[in-house]
């Protein structure tokens, strides 16, 4: 019997902020253990939380991007359970008001090739709601160390429906949200910092039925690779117990990426309870029409927006648009190079091809690029006005990657402009079928590619200066004389 897959994704998001969500001390990544602590972080006796307004700016900058609707009221809730992860021992979320409802990740599914774009879906979301975070164990053989420095940073959990059907859909679903929040600077999302989180819930059910089959649900997934093959895993486990007749338990299960095998880690009997209650610390939140607009002005156009753009205003082909809009930054040098040369596509394939390669194999980024979009226009129109040859072009590109040196003033001080002057094409015509009377007999009997010897010779006494376009005018002549 053929099978569905089920998933729903809860996703963990750091917000980036200066500060943690409920106290003053900084919010910060790689510093000395327990040195972003402070008595509310710590939970001292006393100490009293303040909500910390540029993380819900953040959270509603995010629900915007993702169309859902913001709640005009949201609320506190405190999550209680017993683990010296949060010296509170209750974390502060929201259970039943969540800031954020509804809402939806445009996925694009991988195409029959890479030059072809793929199937877009719309994955609906359920929630967002907004959280700390927690303090990080490590345990050791005969100890068990903590380190609050995470703790209290600005959280936000973002659920979908359970409305992915396969590892790939939920693959393209977590590069499309990361792409999102870096857009919109909610979040850097670096999943070796632990600033984007997965927790994965697989089901199976038969293809057809429309009830949902009981849930795993598979933790510590710290890559998207990891997510997919998890998810790949989990399916194929799913399906073998079933077809082995048995039936699945509801679960929660650990995946190891190195190994690609998973382990029980609590049974749905030992499932917790939080016993929430709201918090009667904190106000609730009121986000009014103001407060939204003000909050969606300054949002980036979302990144398949952008491609479709790319894709109608500038005739792109998809692979190109692919590459820039992948990269916020990288799609506005774009255009501003497109702008400043009115060449979109020669733009186009310039940073895509030879800047990355040469960003790549320098180990730069963008921002430290000696080459800005001046430099990528100013080339173009060297090239498309025929002052230089697409092989010029390219040397020229790489010294200016090099120097900085903007391209008209390299071309012109190392005397790099094509050969129009046509005295001195027709004598190196005239050389050129001099030196090979056999090329020139062929041409004559109809064999027209003999022609390509002629033009390398005079390619070759020009340096590669010579305008090819004239170089076949001249040639064709003298040879038909
Ligand atoms: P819980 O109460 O166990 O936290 P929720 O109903 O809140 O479960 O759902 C948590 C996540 O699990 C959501 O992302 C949801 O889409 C997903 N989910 C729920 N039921 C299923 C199912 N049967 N199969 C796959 N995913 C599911
Ligand atoms: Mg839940």
């Given at each position: 019997m053929p099978y569905e897959a089920v998933i729903g994704l809860e996703v963990h998001v750091q917000i980036k902020t200066c500060s943690k969500m409920f106290a003053r001390v900084a919010a910060g990544y790689?510093?000395?253990?327990?040195?972003?602590?402070?008595p509310v972080v710590l939970a001292l006796p006393g100490v009293l939380p303040v909500m910390n307004k540029e993380a819900i700016d953040k959270v509603i900058q995010a629900g915007l991007m993702l169309g859902c609707t913001i709640a005009p009221v949201c609320k506190w809730d405190r999550k209680n359970y017993f683990y010296p992860d949060s010296p509170k021992n209750y974390q502060i979320s929201q259970y039943d008001q969540p800031i954020c409802l509804g809402g939806f990740v445009e996925i694009e599914l991988p195409g029959p090739s890479r030059n072809v774009m793929g199937e877009h879906k719309k994955i609906p979301l359920t929630r967002i709601h907004l959280e700390e975070d927690v303090g990080k164990l490590s345990h050791g053989v005969h100890d068990s160390l903590i380190d609050y420095n995470r703790a209290g940073t600005p959280l936000m959990e973002i659920v979908s429906e359970p409305a992915l059907h396969g590892a790939d859909e939920a693959f393209a679903y977590l590069t499309a949200l990361k792409t999102v929040m870096i857009y919109g600077g909610i979040s850097d999302c670096d999943m070796e910092k632990g600033q984007l989180r997965c927790d994965a819930n697989v089901s199976i059910r038969p293809a057809g039925s429309t009830k949902l089959g009981t849930k795993v649900e598979l933790k510590n997934l710290n890559s998207i690779s990891f997510v997919r093959d998890g998810i790949d895993h989990e399916i194929k486990r799913q399906i073998a117990v079933i077809e082995g007749g048995g039936t699945i338990v509801q679960e929660t299960r650990d995946y190891d990426g190195q190994t690609g095998a998973s382990q029980s880690l609590r049974s749905k009997e030992m499932?917790?309870?939080?016993?929430y209650f709201p918090d009667p610390d904190l106000m609730p939140v009121k986000v009014d029409e103001d407060w939204k607009a003000r909050l969606r002005a300054p949002l980036p156009e979302l990144p398949f927006d952008k491609q479709r753009r790319f894709m109608e205003k500038y005739r792109l082909p998809y692979t190109i648009t692919a590459v820039l809009v992948r990269d916020r930054e990288l799609s506005d040098y774009f255009e501003a190079a497109a702008r400043l040369c009115d060449k979109p596509q020669a733009a186009g394939n310039w940073i895509t091809n030879d800047l990355l390669r040469d960003l790549a194999s320098s180990r730069q980024s963008l921002a430290d690029s000696r080459v800005r979009p001046a430099h990528i226009a100013g080339l173009v129109k060297l090239v498309e006005g025929g002052a230089i040859s697409s092989n010029i072009a390219k040397e020229v590109f790489v010294e200016m990657f090099a120097t900085g040196e903007m391209p008209e003033a390299l071309v012109e001080r190392k005397g790099l402009k094509q050969s129009t002057d046509t005295n001195e094409l027709e004598e190196w015509a005239d050389a050129a079928m001099a030196a090979n009377p056999k090329s020139v007999a062929d041409f004559k009997a109809g064999n027209d590619k003999a022609i390509n010897a002629m033009k390398g010779f005079m390619m070759k006494q020009s340096k590669g200066k010579a305008n090819p376009r004239l170089v076949d005018e001249i040639l064709r002549r003298k040879l038909a004389g």
């Open positions: 790689g510093q000395p253990e327990n040195t972003l602590t402070d499932a917790h309870d939080y016993r």
